[in-house]
């Protein structure tokens, strides 16, 4: 095995023969200690091509060398090996997980955040986001059937988050729409900690036979290694380290950072590629250059393939005159894969690429060894141990120490805030409704082809989006939820992410499916900082403790850091994402009652935390408090009668509760009929004893369902067999007000469809001429 | 296959209509691709929705010029049934086989919703005894936004070449126009998605009978027993 450790020739671009200066370094991201780590491995200084390939390699985006150890907390396989939704590609051994759905089919589905490109551009920020994403999925050989997205941005009151508002949405909808992959909804919230902080995370699920699934691994020395895609440009070089504009003579200072998107030209990828990969035994390995392009895809296929690789930068498709070895390598030019093949059976690709009016290039070969090798103009610029890269990236375990408002939120006490007048009531809600978080986001996903592929089931706005596997000719029915409430992992990180697990699992649960895998998106402040980095570790526990008590699997997912504002870092926001399988038709459940006479049943116990919820920011403009408790077995036994009692046909609808509690929860469920109402009442305020937090606490582990009357008493045995709370509150009705008693006081008797145009029209006035 | 189904780079719709029309409705249908020859004994085509080379200069714009649009002329010049639904029938128009164009939304947003549209008595086939007085289609486009010119209007409504009209006008389209037909009454074209609603999971069924009418030709010649 050739290890030179002579310096390599000079550049043929003059520009990049530099001293590699301690200010080089540092620009790039490097710590001293990261560069003597280079120094060690190469045994010899890196040039600049070279210095720029550790950087990118070795960012918190590619290595996660500040979560890597953290990460490992999650499970990654299910401990019941006979249960459904096996996994079949664990988490971070592909670009995406790939899990079992039955009939030798499999699902493979990721989250991906592009926060910063969107604070910056949020139209190409948020376009480039999804067609990553969904890069990432076809490039597993699947098919992709949804897309979902979790936005937060600050308030709506200010024009900047209007027109990052907008300027997202609609980046989403003209990527997406175009490539024709249902998008399903997902969430959004609004939070002043997000003010020129935005998050945007995408995420898309795919289908495909267990014998389709593809590897990005470079293996077979001698096979040919193609470039797939458009021609490479400067644009996104800003975005991997550092200027493109302190390399070149020309100045650059009109370049967009960010990338620009172009879904015509990644549809016709997506459908060259699944044609392509359709030819047995055609492909040996496929990876897309997302984030550090080209450097990332040749490196990590020939680090998983156990191999060398080598490239000539002569021969990758340019559409930008003069570029050099840094900027070919560390470009992020959209809608781009790297192919390779079986040797002898080139034309086989040509033919397909040919057909499609794409770009299919040969630019190296699989080789003997472990080496990345990379020539340009004839001559070597790179020549890199490829596992160096990749497996030897440095990892960190950051001090961390406790935020002093975790403790003010633990001795926080409810009678600080002063009791609701029952006379309020109606406004209270009204105020709930209205807040962009909790409004409806029609605005939103009537921009979005949520219909296209024909599997559209539950439109968004339901608990759970829901498609038909059409495509893949089988009767069965996937269902997505993202979830995390801000508020409760800032005021505890731990608990505040298993309820955004718990809450993401009761969506899917409320939907009739079962919860199959998670693929989770932890958006975090920079982790250089203790209390940051102990809100990301407390955070991390406490979802992979979730993880583990309900046997539900991470099987892939992204790290976000540094998302800090003016005013410091975001709230914590670890995304929980979640598939789930429904297997009939007749047992998918909405969150919407469309008949009179419906008994409603609260299940869980009746509501008594204020602490986090959205009560206190609406009223009293707080973000404060205890987080509700977390009680996973009262969680699992809630979601497990759920189940049960969709399976027999009994729940007509569900819906759990969570933003702005039970009259939130109430009210929504009779938004979806025409003139609806509901007469109900509860004997008792409950375990607080107040009625600000029997109405609105966010108490966890609830749910309210409707049910035909004359299973009322079925139910109850049901859940008493199981010891969950059961509250029988009443029925509805079609009087179109919405009528509560409380301990023999009437508290609320609002017009339903007052209630609804109130929650309808929030963000468009909003979103009216802004 | 009877039933042609044309693929453009960028069309999206094109398995969702073969899926309608074999799965469902069970006439033998197939994708062509644009480069092609529209293959012998096809009966029928559906130029289907989409991004067609990726909407670039004009919905439709450059589809017009495709290998295949040669076939589609020659095939609709003999009285062949087709219909293009969203982007098909932004492409028919573009290529003067439907009059008038498409243009942006006036809301400048992209729509995606289960559309309410009133049936007009256009022919035999389209009207409301086989339709209803209105029915709910998909309708996923944003430039859906329907304008002719006074004469070309006239016209449109003198000979009842109007198929559906909105009912609210999602769009801002001229005299709610929502899909129309040729004058000879073999061409066809529409915003809706009718292949969007026919299965018991779609938003409802109304796109059954409009395919049926669509392809009533068809399905006279070789009933088939529909399972949906």
């Known amino acids: 095995m050739e290890t030179s450790t002579a310096p390599l020739p000079p550049n043929p671009d003059p520009c990049l023969n530099v001293e590699i200066t301690k200010e080089l370094i540092a620009q ?68 995406a997980g790939v899990i079992d759905v039955g009939e030798g089919w499999g699902v493979a589905f990721k989250i991906e955040s592009h926060n910063h490109p969107s604070a910056i551009e949020p139209f190409e920020g948020a376009a480039t986001g999804v067609g990553g994403i969904v890069r990432d999925i076809f490039t597993m050989g699947a098919r992709p059937v949804l897309l979902t997205n979790s936005l937060r941005f600050g308030s709506l009151e200010s024009s900047q988050v209007k027109r990052l508002f907008r300027g997202v949405v609609s980046g989403i909808s003209h990527y997406g729409n175009c490539l024709g992959i249902p998008n399903m909804g997902g969430d959004v919230y609004f939070d002043d900690c997000y003010e020129g902080n935005p998050l945007v995370n995408a995420l898309c699920a795919g289908i495909l036979r267990h014998e ?32 493109s504009r302190e390399l070149t003579e020309e100045s650059a200072e009109d370049r967009p950072a960010v990338q620009k998107g172009d879904p015509f030209m990644e549809k016709l990828l997506l459908e060259a590629c699944l044609e392509m990969m359709s030819i047995p035994g055609l492909v040996v390995g496929i990876q897309d250059m997302g984030a550090a392009g080209l450097t990332c895809s040749t490196c990590e296929t020939a680090s998983r393939g156990d191999a060398g690789i080598e490239i000539d930068l002569d021969l990758v498709p340019q559409r930008e005159t003069g570029m050099n070895s840094y900027e070919i390598m560390l470009s992020e030019s959209q809608e781009r894969m790297l192919v ?16 499609w009016d794409l770009h299919a290039a040969r630019i190296g070969e699989v080789k003997e060894g472990d080496r990345m090798v990379v020539r340009h103009k004839g001559v070597v610029v790179a020549d890199l141990p490829a596992k160096s890269l990749t497996d030897e990236a440095p990892v960190y375990d950051q001090p961390t120490s406790e935020p002093a408002h975790l403790a003010r939120a633990r001795e926080w006490k409810v009678e600080s805030i002063p009791e609701l007048d029952p006379g309020t009531v109606e406004s209270a809600l009204l105020g709930l409704l209205q807040h962009p978080t909790i409004a409806s986001k029609r605005w939103v996903w009537q921009q979005y082809d949520h219909m296209v592929m024909s599997g559209c089931t539950v439109e968004p706005g339901s608990d759970a989006g829901v498609v038909k596997l059409s495509i893949a000719g089988i009767n069965k029915f996937l269902a997505i939820a993202n979830d995390c409430n801000n508020r409760f992992c800032y005021l505890d990180p731990y608990a505040g992410a298993q309820i955004a697990f718990a809450e993401c699992m009761r969506n899917l649960a ?54 800090e504002h003016g005013e410091g870092a975001i709230d914590p926001t670890p995304v929980v994402s979640m598939v789930g399988l429904i297997d009939h038709a007749e047992r998918v459940t909405r969150s919407g009652v469309t008949e009179p006479g419906l008994e409603l ?28 408790s977390v009680n996973l077995g009262a969680e699992k036994a809630l979601q497990d009668f759920l189940i049960s009692q969709i399976e027999k046909g009994i729940i007509c609808a569900a ?91 009437a508290v609320c008797n609002a017009k339903v469809s007052g209630l609804k145009s109130a929650w309808e029209s929030a963000i468009p006035k909003h979103m009216e001429n802004a | 296959m009877k039933v042609a189904i044309i693929q453009f780079p960028g069309s999206n719709c094109d398995w969702d209509a073969e899926h309608a029309v074999q799965d469902v ?76 164009a498409l243009v942006r939304n006036d809301c400048m947003e992209f729509r995606c919703l289960n559309q309410p549209l009133k049936v007009e008595n256009s022919n035999d086939r389209f009207n409301t005894e086989t339709l209803g007085n209105q029915l709910s289609l998909p309708i996923a486009h944003g430039e859906g936004n329907y304008r002719a010119d006074e004469d070309v209007l006239a016209g449109l409504e003198a000979n009842n070449q109007v198929l559906l009209r909105y009912q609210p006008n999602p769009n801002g389209s001229i005299h709610d126009i929502a899909g129309i037909r040729n004058l000879a009454g073999n061409v066809y074209g529409m915003m809706p998605h009718p292949e969007r609603a026919v299965e018991s999971h779609h938003p409802c069924l109304d796109g059954l009978p409009v395919l049926q009418a669509f392809l009533q030709p068809l399905l006279q010649s070789s009933p088939v027993e529909i399972t949906a």
């Open chain 1, 510 to 563: 409320c939907s009739g499916a079962r919860a199959l895998a998670v693929t989770d998106n932890l958006n975090f402040g920079n982790p250089n900082k203790p209390e940051a980095y102990h809100m990301l570790k407390e955070c991390v526990k406490g979802l992979a403790d979730a993880c583990s008590f309900f046997d539900v699997p991470v099987v892939g997912g992204n790290v976000s850091l540094y998302n």
């Open chain 1, 340 to 355: 390779i093949v079986t040797k002898g059976r080139e034309r086989e690709l040509e033919e397909v690429f040919e057909k």
């Open chain 2, 25 to 100: 409705i069970g006439l033998p249908a197939g994708r062509v691709w644009h480069k092609d020859a529209l293959p012998d004994g096809v009966e029928a085509v559906i130029v289907p929705g989409g991004f067609s080379f990726g909407d670039y200069l004009r919905c439709g714009a450059i589809a017009r010029f495709s290998p295949i649009m040669t076939d589609l002329k020659n095939f609709a010049g003999q009285g062949g049934q087709v219909l293009g639904i969203c982007n098909g029938f932004q492409i028919l128009c573009e290529s003067g086989l439907l009059p008038g």
């Open chain 1, 655 to 745: 819906h759990d509760i969570s933003e702005g509690g039970l009259l939130v929860c109430l009210s929504e469920m009779l938004f979806d009929g025409e003139g609806l109402g509901a007469s109900l009442s509860l004997n008792e305020l409950g375990e607080s004893g107040r009625l600000d937090a029997l109405l609105f606490g966010e108490s966890q582990a609830r749910a309210v369902v409707a049910v035909n009357p004359q299973n009322l008493d079925a139910v109850r045995q049901a859940a008493d067999q199981l010891g969950l709370p059961f509250n029988s509150l009443g029925k509805t009705n079609d009087s179109d007000q919405l009528c509560i008693e409380v301990a023999g006081n």
């Open chain 1, 601 to 628: 049943v609260l299940l869980g116990g009746l509501p008594h935390e204020l602490g986090g919820s959205y009560y206190l920011q609406t009223r009293l403009g707080k973000k404060e408090g205890t987080c509700p």
């Open chain 1, 212 to 243: 389709e699934i593809q590897k990005g691994a470079a293996t077979g020395v001698g096979n040919p290694v193609y470039y797939v895609g458009p021609g490479t440009g400067r644009d996104g070089l800003g975005g991997a380290s550092f200027a």
């Open chain 1, 28 to 95: 790039h991201g490097l710590l001293p200690e990261e560069y003597e780590q280079i120094l060690k491995i190469l045994g010899r200084t890196p040039n600049l091509t070279e210095l720029g390939i550790f950087s990118v390699m070795w960012s918190e985006h590619c290595a996660y060398k500040n979560t890597r150890k953290l990460l490992k907390l999650f499970p990654t396989e299910k401990q019941d090996k006979n249960a459904i939704g096996q996994v079949l590609v664990k988490a971070g051994e592909e670009n």
